[in-house]
């Protein structure tokens, strides 16, 4: 199973950016899907994550601001990203869990930066 992430880059204080992250498998077998980021130093955090019964979860950090979502039909989900601040700056990165495995996939990363 593959994950491939798209959508990174650089942004200016308060604007937007979508992430997207499609998985190379049947929505059948994905139970969680969501997002994570990390800085050098920190640990790796969760952002948002929605699972097949349309549960949300979200950090307080991005709460009003960011949108998890999932297009079944694609098995691919995704990350609205409004009114970004600086402190949003981080690698981001796409986690599948899939209903036949203990732990969870990751993408390969995509990096968000928002400077002026």
């Known amino acids: 199973v593959q994950l491939q992430a798209s959508g990174g880059g650089l942004v200016q204080p308060g604007g937007s950016l979508r992430l997207s992250c499609a998985a190379s498998?049947?929505?059948?077998?994905?139970?969680?899907m969501g997002w994570y980021r990390q800085v050098p130093g920190k640990q790796r955090e969760l952002v948002a994550a929605?699972?097949?019964?349309?549960?949300?979860d979200y950090a307080d950090s991005v709460k009003g601001r960011f949108t998890v979502s999932r297009d079944n039909a694609k098995s691919t989900v995704y990350l609205q990203m409004n009114s970004l601040k600086p402190e949003d700056t981080a690698v981001y990165y796409c986690?599948?869990?899939?209903?036949?495995?203990?732990?969870?996939?990751w993408g390969q990363g995509t990096l968000v930066t928002v400077s002026s």
């Open positions: 986690n599948v869990l899939l209903t036949y495995r203990f732990t969870p996939l």
């Open positions: 929605i699972t097949s019964d349309g549960s949300i």
């Open positions: 498998e049947s929505i059948a077998n994905i139970n969680v």
